[in-house]
């Protein structure tokens, strides 16, 4: 209580930094923790306390206890210090009265880690004003204005003598202190002036600087110009995690200083295969930053085309803009590229840098196109993961040529061939409009040639897309319409000509893909393509009425339907009033223009257009041909009832203002016989549901007459598909709307429900029962199950026991009288769980228990457990009842009554036993099939072992699903030591599916029968040694000494390799130390997994992360060998390139 003992009542805060070291991450002093929490404790309890926990990022989100205490909301505020924003980083250099405009933007930029900005602040207002690219770049000046500004105080000043001793402690024993002794030698004004500057740090005996970066700084410096060799240093130094600051310090000052010894220690380490690999991952990361030359290239090339790991990494460079550059100057891109096994090689990077060199990269491999299948699979990959607009006419090469048939996007697995087109779809439409149109007459050349008219039949243009195609193709219409119609109007016009049927003399051709239309956006590619067309042919309003009509003429001339109907739709958005009706009246069919639930509504919205402006003698010449028209089928002997619909249509078309009195005479005329209200805009396909036969909003007004009186009206089942409201039900509807309303007012739908008399209505009753059971007294509920029971018999027998079953804690001798009874009733006459629909499944998916829960019978056993479970007191009335379901002729009857069976046995333990031995004995196998007999077996066999164990024996004999629930009360009874006579007593013995059903209980028991969950980790069968690897899920969970048994155990498994990532999730949880074959299980995953956990397309990559944070852990908390093994691990890691691994590393000193 020390600490609230010095607040003394008194607000008051502590700050506790450097968590980090008592994390689980860091491997250091994570027991330590406990301090941490008692403190905690301390301060939930007096409520005046504030902590302040400082903590990196990594170690929040690895150790497990700090995660769960982030998780508490309630308790725990969290402050995430990170970059500065540029426009903080512009306010504190005003508040430090520093100019921003006096910095440059290079600067600014840096300036965004605290760190940085720390540094430069100490710098003079001379220094402020230079360049800085780089924190080596301010640690430079920093250095520099310390020196002489201490020099210039102090008098004197021998940094080397001061600094060089604690570099070379902290280098050779690899820590970022020094013991002050070191420096007895130095002069102590001296020491004391870098205390005071902030440089050094002195804490009682050790001395530090003030950020290990800056000793990284000093280190290569104080290294190169001493001239001394970093891979002769690294060889000779171990190696260690430690040694990677140092390495990157060395070779980023090599960089800016000497360009050509950067290079040489590059080849140097390179070459050298006694370098960890995990050290190279270094120089890689350093080249990738380069704006590299063709100097800088040269002298790799020999490395990157050998056969190592670290040839893959260096080839990977060449991906980059100034790396391709650098190749490209020497000219090698022809020659990699001409040879057959460089080629591959170089491929992926090839086609990376397609995305910054795409016109280079279209001169470099159009002299390969169809050279061969490899050729063509770059080409495929070119335009699925680096399509630009530079790109296109090589695009369009590649699909027009064949060479990338099948072309799909490049990631997900349901990608097609429009999800290669969704950037530029926005980014440049015209782009993608241009690689659509090759690619539609690739598609036509394909279908043709395998003789299919319809492109959208064949293999080559599915009509649906998995990667939203729909709206990509609808992104390219409107954004670039010009564009998307030269491209696809020509596929559109090809498609309806070569599927076209002969037609009458009256009418127009019509392809077969869009004959039938919809108003509205369609659904599908074939119809959004039409549509798309459609609309950019209405989206061209930069253009004059006379280049519109050069566009249009082809369309409005076509003698196909679906063209001329595109262009009725164009003239309908443009002011060509007068071209528009001199088109209608040149050719009749163009009176019929529409839609499938509106044949002439296009005509009709383009007459509604042109009409309110076109010329005088053209309004009267339309009008005179409209009061003339009836089309064909309204003069036939079948049309007879439609004559003269056409021209109402039409005619209405005319704008009000301008029909002549003959026109206004004829639609009135029309109108008294139609209807007035008979003209209605045609809809596209819609979906809806069938609604009751009384209007929802009328319910609330409803009194109970009208309520009867709608009962008695509706009495069929028979649908009104034609209501204006949309479709209406009848009975079955009604008699839910009637559930639903009864819930909200149950007392009055009670007496509703008792007024109706007539078995018809047995299904309302039914609703109302099920919706009042739980909301009115049980007096008057069990009234109404009387009054069901009486109007209907047994067609509520199931409605009547889910009520009861609802109220069984206040179920009365009537109730359970109307019980006993309904568990007499005929339903199920069958089992419907092992009986088929035609030509489907089993009804319930063949489950017993489902199937029991939805028949009479089985819902009375379910009441009955209710009961006897709420009221034991009432278990004798019930015994009976019991003992009859549990003989049922229908298994999902007796599957339901186990769990009555196993009420009984807190009652009457003795008849419950006798109960299920009937059960069991008079049962087929189907019997075991359940969760609830499994149940019932399982505490049958611990009370009566001699008796139940021969019918556990005779359910792990099954061949079906059964045998897999037997194994839960099978390995209950081997653990409690009552397995007897005939049932197996050892794992071995069982079949495949009951050991599945062991292994399903043991994957969340791992601490339980350790030897059983051994063998199942090496079972021959896979589904049973994948169940059982479930339980290393909760190897942290154990204890230190159980969690390595188990490791050991799985380590050698079969199951091991599948499965691995169950064991490193779990203990990247664990809060105690790591057992000590938790080394091995890495090795082992490495060894097993190895380029997977690079992958980030596979789940693989995830493991990565789990194994990197558990060998990250090893490492701090392991000696000298498991370091070393540990090391080994990580330069396999870097060799895979596995995911998260450098993030992860440079978090890591020791």
């Not at 404790?41 to 995660?67: C, G, H, K």
């Not at 009370?943 to 194994?967: N, Y």
């Not at 021959?1020 to 339980?1031: K, L, Q």
């Amino acid at each position: 209580m020390l600490l609230s003992g010095v607040a003394d009542g008194s607000p008051a805060v502590l700050f506790i930094d450097q968590l980090d070291a008592v994390a689980t991450y860091s491997g250091r002093m994570q027991d330590n923790f406990d301090a941490v929490s008692d403190v905690l404790a301390e301060a939930a309890a007096n409520p005046n306390l504030r902590i302040v926990l400082v903590v990196r990022t990594v170690d929040l989100e690895f150790d497990p206890r700090l995660r769960q205490l982030r998780a508490d909301k309630e308790r725990v505020g969290e402050l995430k210090l990170g970059p500065y924003t540029p426009a903080q980083v512009l306010e504190a250099l005003e508040r430090s009265g520093i100019d921003p405009r006096s910095v440059q933007p290079v600067t600014l930029k840096l300036l965004e880690a605290p760190l940085h900005y720390a540094i430069f602040s100490q710098l003079g207002e001379e220094n402020r004003m230079k360049s800085f690219a780089t924190l080596p770049d301010l640690y430079e000046r920093f250095t520099d204005q310390t020196i002489r500004n201490l020099r210039a105080r102090v008098g004197s000043l021998n940094w080397i003598s001061i600094t060089g001793p604690l570099i070379s402690h902290m280098s050779k024993n690899e820590v970022l202190a020094a013991p002050s002794s070191i420096l007895r030698s130095a002069d102590q004004a001296e020491v004391e002036a870098l205390i005071s500057a902030g440089v050094l740090f002195k804490e009682k005996s050790s001395v530090s600087f003030f950020h290990e970066t800056y000793f990284d700084y000093l280190f290569a410096e104080s290294f190169v110009a001493e001239g001394r060799d970093l891979r002769a240093f690294l060889v000779e130094s171990g190696q260690t995690l430690f040694r990677r600051a140092q390495t990157r310090q060395v070779l980023e000052y090599l960089v800016r200083t000497n360009r050509t010894e950067f290079r040489e220690t590059v080849v140097s380490l390179f070459s050298d295969d006694s370098v960890r690999s995990h050290l190279l991952d270094i120089p890689i990361t350093l080249l990738r930053q380069l704006e590299a030359s063709p100097d800088d290239w040269e002298p790799l090339k020999a490395i990157a085309f050998g056969t190592s790991w670290k040839s893959e990494h260096l080839l990977s460079l060449l991906a980059l803009p100034t790396w391709f550059d650098a190749a490209d100057a020497l000219g090698d891109w022809e020659g990699m590229l001409a040879d057959e096994s460089s080629s591959k090689r170089v491929a992926n990077q090839f086609i990376s840098a397609a995305r910054e060199r795409p016109i280079r990269v279209s001169q470099l491999v159009r002299p390969h196109l169809g050279e061969s299948a490899f050729w063509d699979s770059v080409a495929s990959s070119l335009l699925g993961w680096s399509l630009r607009p530079e790109l296109v006419p090589l695009a369009v090469e590649i699909l027009e040529g064949g060479h990338s048939d099948g072309l799909r996007g490049p990631i997900a697995v349901n990608s097609d061939f429009w999800s290669v087109l969704y950037t530029m779809s926005k980014e440049s439409p015209a782009d993608a409009a241009t690689v659509t149109g090759a690619y539609l007459r690739r598609v036509l050349f394909l279908s043709s040639k395998d003789g299919v008219a319809n492109p959208f039949e064949s293999e080559y243009l599915p009509s649906y897309s998995s990667s939203g195609g729909e709206e990509i193709i609808l992104n390219i219409a409107s954004g670039a319409p010009e564009r998307f119609i030269d491209e696809v109007l020509p596929f559109i016009i090809r498609v309806s000509e070569d599927t076209a049927d002969q037609a009458a003399s009256d009418e127009f051709r019509s392809g077969s893909c869009w004959r039938y239309r919809w108003p509205g956006e369609p659904h599908g590619i074939d119809g959004v393509l039409f549509f798309g067309v459609e609309t950019a042919l209405q989206s061209l309003n930069d253009r004059n009425a006379a280049d519109l009509l050069k566009i249009l003429y082809p369309l409005m001339t076509s003698d196909f339907e679906e063209i001329r109907f595109l262009a009725c739709r164009a003239l309908t958005s443009y002011s060509l009033a007068d071209d528009a009706i001199r088109w209608l009246v040149s050719d009749q069919r163009n009176l019929e223009l529409g839609y499938a639930s509106g044949p002439r509504w296009a005509t009709r919205d383009l007459l509604i257009a042109a009409t309110a402006t076109c010329a005088s003698d053209l309004l009267v010449t339309i009008s005179r041909i409209l009061l003339e028209y009836y089309p064909s089928y309204e003069r036939s002997t079948w049309g007879w009832k439609s004559f003269g619909r056409a021209q109402l249509e039409l005619l209405t078309g005319i704008v009000p203002e301008r029909r002549s009195s003959t026109v206004v005479r004829r639609i009135q005329e029309l109108e008294r016989k139609f209807g007035y209200q008979s003209l209605e805009a045609p809809q596209g396909v819609t979906s809806g549901t069938v609604g009751a036969p009384v209007p929802q909003e009328a319910v609330k007004h409803m009194s109970d007459a009208q309520w009867l009186e709608a009962i008695r009206t509706h009495d069929s089942d028979k649908v009104e598909w034609s209501h204006e409201d949309g479709p209406r039900g009848g009975l079955r509807e009604l008699s839910s709307l009637l559930g639903q309303c009864a819930t909200a007012e149950p007392k009055r739908f009670v007496r509703i429900g008792m007024a109706l008399d007539d078995r018809t209505y047995a299904a309302h009753v039914g609703s109302i029962i099920r919706a009042v059971a739980d909301k009115i007294q049980v007096t008057l509920l069990t009234e109404l199950c009387v009054h069901g029971r009486e109007l209907a018999g047994q067609d509520l027998g199931r409605e009547i026991c889910w009520a009861i079953q609802e109220v069984a804690a206040d179920a009365t001798d009537e109730l359970i009288e109307i019980l006993i009874s309904c568990a007499s009733d005929d339903d199920p006459a069958e089992e419907q769980a092992r009986t088929r629909a035609e030509g489907e499944d089993p009804y319930y998916g063949g489950d017993l228990s489902t199937a029991g829960l939805n028949c009479t019978r089985g819902a009375a056993a379910n009441a009955a457990a209710s009961i006897i479970f709420a009221q034991p007191e009432r278990s004798g009335q019930i015994l009976e009842l019991v003992r009859k379901l549990s003989v049922d002729p229908i298994m999902a009857v007796r599957v339901r009554t186990s769990e009555a069976i196993l009420a009984l046995l807190n009652t009457h333990p003795d008849q419950a036993l006798e109960i299920a031995n009937d059960m069991f004995t008079s049962a087929t196998l189907d019997i075991f099939d359940s969760r609830e007999t499994a149940e019932l077996l399982k505490h049958a066999c611990l009370r009566a072992p001699r008796i139940f164990s021969t019918h556990l024996a005779r359910a792990l004999q099954t061949d079906g699903p059964g045998a897999k629930r037997a194994g839960y009360p099978w390995i209950v009874a081997y653990i409690n030591g009552a397995l007897e006579d005939p049932a197996p007593r050892a794992i071995s013995e069982l079949n495949s599916g009951a050991r599945a059903g062991v292994a399903k209980v043991l994957a969340n028991s791992s601490g339980v029968a350790p030897e059983v969950l051994a063998f199942l980790l090496n079972d021959d069968d896979s589904e049973v040694h994948d169940t059982a690897a479930r339980a290393l899920r909760h190897t942290h969970e154990l204890e230190p000494a159980a969690a390595e048994n188990l490791i050991q155990e799985f380590i050698s498994s079969l199951a091991f390799a599948k499965n691995m990532e169950n064991l490193f999730v779990s203990l990247d949880r664990a809060t105690f130390v790591l057992p000590p074959s938790t080394i091995v299980a890495c090795e082992r995953c490495v060894e097993t997994q190895d380029l997977a956990l690079g992958d980030i397309r596979t789940s693989d990559a995830l493991l990565s992360t789990h194994l990197i944070a558990t060998v990250l852990r090893l490492y701090k908390q392991g000696d000298t060998t498991t370091r070393r093994r540990c090391l080994d691990i990580i330069d396999r890691l870097a060799e895979t390139a596995a995911y998260g691994l450098e993030g992860a590393l440079d978090q890591e000193r020791i």
